[in-house]
């Protein structure tokens, strides 16, 4: 019987094992036995610093954070096992209060994972069940960013059931004003899913993003996950603030608690009330699934705090001057060199040239994230860095160095 191909199948197939290969020589895949800040001691009884955290400002090992959770444990045990719904603690009403706080007075509404909120909320946007977010009679149609999140194209079939949904490439300069402009002749509303702070690449340019729909009377949706916290005076992160630190109408934004954030978990955030009561009775995810684990929503709660008493951006200023100064030792070459993103990237024409590198690293102390084709073209090979408000001088030196600067 002839086998029906499909993208899994599909993507399968076309990986490489590259990253295999980097499992076995213990490039990647590390297992930690203790941490002391950015210091990791490793299984094998070596010791390194590690650049693999998202955990951008170094939050999640805050005293206050920590007493919360374990305060958090002592009154209540590990979970509460129901839908948010049914029942819960105090903590995540707090939280929401203390993100609406962040986000200007719009309402938040956390879910377990960003990849949740995709999963409850994007369907609803495209069925026009939002009040905030119209939607035309003809329906929506959904334009997907290339590079946006895997777990946002993983349920490209899901929102495909809702509207005709499509991939757009941002680098070409005409391709989302031309498939606006399609979506709108057939009487659609255009919706735009597109990632803020790239997970591998760059800044994305929203604001721009906004500016073409805007006439269409579409809407845009931010997945920030990794702009969360590392700008704004109260940490509501890079899309919000390269938007005016508003929330325009027409953008729905996404974050995640789970980065530099410090907790875990994701937020939506939605201008109005009555966007929140159709999430909670419609967003799947909410209804049928389970809340934030009981130490983490508390943690969480410990978080936002710091966030709104101005305590994170004395952090992000360590974060910019740690990403400015390791940009000066690697003589402003990296992928991301200059930017206002945690993330740098060293790229390497081939993989074997990318392994070596790999290897380099490692055994200079240094963890990093190496990616492969697909994350990256085929045949190449990009060392992914996360640097941290958390990283030492000594730190930065010891990767500019094992990369040869
Ligand atoms: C941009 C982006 N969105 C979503 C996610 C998924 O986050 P979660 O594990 O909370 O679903 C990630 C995970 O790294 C991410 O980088």
Not at 107 to 133: D, I, K, M
Not at 230 to 239: P, V
Not at 344 to 372: C, I, S
Request: glycine share 12%; with cysteine.
């Amino acid at each position: 019987m002839e086998r029906q191909s499909n993208w899994v199948a599909s993507r399968v197939s076309k990986t490489s094992d590259s990253l295999d290969r980097a499992f076995a020589e213990g490039l990647t895949g590390h297992v930690i036995t203790a941490r002391d800040g950015k210091r990791v001691q490793l299984e094998d009884g070596g010791e390194a610093v590690e650049f693999v955290s998202c955990s951008y400002l170094g939050l999640e090992s805050h005293p206050d954070l920590i007493a919360a959770a374990t305060e958090a444990m002592g009154r209540f045990g590990l979970h509460f096992s129901t839908s948010r719904n049914r029942g819960r603690p105090p903590y995540l009403r707090e939280l929401e209060e203390l993100l609406s706080v962040m986000y200007g007075g719009a309402q938040a509404a956390a879910f377990t994972s960003v990849g949740t909120v995709h999963l409850g909320l994007l369907p609803l946007l495209g069925a026009g069940a939002l009040p905030s977010y119209p939607v035309a009679d003809a329906g929506a149609a959904f334009l997907v960013e290339k590079t946006a999140h895997a777990s946002i194209q993983v349920i490209r079939g899901v929102l495909e059931q809702i509207g005709p949904t499509r991939r757009f490439d941002m680098t070409d300069p005409t391709a989302l004003a031309a498939a606006v402009r399609e979506v709108a002749a057939t009487g659609r509303t255009p919706i735009v899913l597109v990632d803020g702070v790239g997970s591998m690449g760059g800044l994305i340019d929203v604001a721009s993003m906004l500016a073409i729909l805007e006439p269409f009377g579409g809407h845009l949706y931010v997945d920030d996950a990794h702009g969360v916290s590392i700008e704004g005076s109260l940490g509501a992160g890079y899309a919000f603030e390269a938007l005016g630190g508003v929330l325009p109408e027409n953008v729905v934004l996404a974050g995640s608690l789970s980065k530099a954030f410090g907790g875990a978990g994701g937020f939506a955030v939605v201008p109005s009330h009555e966007d929140m009561l159709v999430l909670r009775k419609f967003a799947n995810p909410l209804v049928f699934g389970h809340s934030i684990m009981l130490p983490m929503l508390a943690a969480n709660v410990a978080a936002a705090r710091l966030h709104v008493d101005g305590q994170v951006a004395e952090l992000q200023k360590r974060l910019w001057r740690n990403a400015a100064e390791f940009d000066r030792l690697t003589g402003e070459t990296l992928v991301n060199a200059g930017l206002h993103s945690p993330v740098r990237g060293a790229l390497f024409d081939t993989e074997d040239a990318a392994f070596a590198a790999a290897r380099r690293l490692k055994q200079a102390g240094v963890l990093v994230l190496p990616a492969f084709y697909p994350t990256v073209a085929r045949g190449t090979g990009l060392m992914r860095f996360a640097v941290s408000a958390l990283h030492q001088q000594r730190d930065l030196e010891a990767a500019a160095g094992a990369l040869g600067f």
